[in-house]
C-alpha cells in the first residue's frame, strides 16, 4: 500500500517571498511522485512529475520539486510567488504496478498576500 | 487547448435518487477515470476504464455505482441510489497512456454532488 501525507493544509505567504509546500509519501516499491494545482472553479492541472533520473524536477509556472528517498520527500518550492499562485496543491504518488491509479496527500491550500 | 469538461458543476439530490455525472474526456485520449473527494479529504480513485470496460477499481466502487461509454464522446458516472455519504466533488480524467503510464491525468473541473 502507498501513502501521501502533506504535512500543512494551509500556507500564508506573502507576495515574492519564497514557499515550500512539503510532500511525503510511503511505499513499499519504487515510485512515481507529481504534484497538482487547482485553481479556484478549475480542475485539476499537473504542475510536476518525477519518474526517475535527476531528483530535481523542473514544473511549469516556475515551481520545482526534490525527490529524496532517504526522507520519502517530495517538498515543491518556488522561489518568489505571486498572487495568481493562490491555489490548492495535491501531492500524489504512483507505483508502476498501479499505473494511472494516483493515490492523493490532502491537499495544501496556497494563500499569497499582497 | 483541449480539455476534459464535467456536468453538471453542480447538483443537489434526494437520498436514494439516480444520479448521472457527465465527462467528456480529451478526444484521442483513451483510458478514463473518476476520481472524488469528500469534502475536507482526500482526492480518492474510484474507477478506471478502457476499451469499454472497467480496469480497475477501488473498495469504494460499490454495486451501486456503473461507468458507460454510451457514444464517441461521453463518459458518464451512475450512482444508483445515493446515500448521503456520496456528497462529494467528483472529477472525471482521461489520458492517452495506459495501465502502465506515468500519471499525468487531464482533471475536469469537477460536479458537486449534493445528497440530502
Known amino acids: 500500500a502507498q501513502s501521501v501525507t502533506q504535512l500543512d493544509s494551509q500556507v500564508p505567504v506573502f507576495e515574492e517571498a519564497p514557499v515550500e509546500l512539503r510532500c511525503n509519501y510511503s511505499s513499499s516499491v519504487s515510485v512515481y511522485l507529481f504534484w497538482y494545482v487547482q485553481y479556484p472553479n478549475q480542475g485539476l492541472q499537473l504542475l510536476l512529475k518525477?519518474?526517475?533520473?535527476?531528483?530535481l524536477v523542473k514544473g511549469i509556472n516556475g515551481f520545482e520539486a526534490e525527490f529524496n528517498k532517504s526522507q520519502t520527500s517530495f517538498h515543491l518550492r518556488k522561489p518568489s510567488v505571486h498572487i495568481s499562485d493562490t491555489a490548492e496543491y495535491f501531492c500524489?504518488?504512483?507505483?508502476?504496478?498501479?499505473?494511472?491509479?494516483?493515490?492523493f496527500g490532502g491537499g495544501t491550500r496556497l494563500m499569497v498576500k499582497p | 487547448e483541449p480539455e476534459v469538461t464535467q456536468t453538471p458543476s453542480h447538483q443537489v439530490t434526494q437520498m436514494g435518487q439516480e444520479v448521472i455525472l457527465r465527462c467528456v474526456p480529451i478526444?484521442?485520449?483513451?483510458?478514463f477515470y473518476w476520481y472524488r473527494q469528500i469534502l475536507g479529504q482526500k482526492v480518492e480513485f474510484l474507477v478506471s476504464f478502457y476499451n469499454n470496460e472497467i480496469s480497475e477499481k477501488s473498495e469504494i466502487f460499490d454495486d451501486q455505482f456503473s461507468v458507460e461509454r454510451p457514444d464517441g464522446s461521453n463518459f458518464t458516472l451512475k450512482i444508483r441510489s445515493t446515500k448521503l455519504e456520496d456528497s462529494a466533488m467528483y472529477f472525471c480524467?482521461?489520458?492517452?497512456?495506459?495501465?502502465?503510464?506515468?500519471?499525468?491525468?487531464?482533471f475536469g473541473e469537477g460536479s458537486r454532488l449534493t445528497v440530502l
Open positions: 480524467a482521461s489520458t492517452a497512456s495506459g495501465r502502465r503510464g506515468t500519471g499525468e491525468l487531464f
Open positions: 478526444s484521442n485520449h483513451l483510458y
Open positions: 518525477y519518474l526517475s533520473g535527476s531528483t
Open positions: 500524489a504518488v504512483t507505483n508502476n504496478n498501479a499505473g494511472n491509479m494516483l493515490t
